[in-house]
């Protein structure tokens, strides 16, 4: 039984390119899993922070009265893990390229 695969210089290139993207991932699926808390605890204080932190852009027009959404939630946290894996993957491939 024989297997097809690309060329590859250094076998070592890819998983450690998909290991930085990985770790990007999952690094941002915490980070907003913790920013969902911190607004479902306290809305008010987390927006005048949110504003502060965007250099005192108002974003109170972007609070609507809406009920917390678990399948919004769980699209964006699986939206921004997989633009997070290609970028972190993308980033640990062109280091590796630009590293040679």
Sequence with gaps: MSTTS????????APRALRTGMALA???AIFYTLCAVVWLAAP???LHFMNGLFHGMDF?????PAPFSWAGFLEAV?????WA????????????????
């Design 6 to 13: 690309l060329p590859v210089r250094n076998p070592d290139s």
């Design 26 to 28: 999952t690094t941002v």
């Design 44 to 46: 008010g204080p987390f």
């Design 60 to 64: 109170s027009a972007l609070m609507r």
């Design 78 to 82: 699986v939206v921004l893990s997989v």
């Design 85 to 100: 894996f290609l970028a972190g993957s993308f980033f640990g491939w062109l280091r590796w390229r630009l590293g040679r």
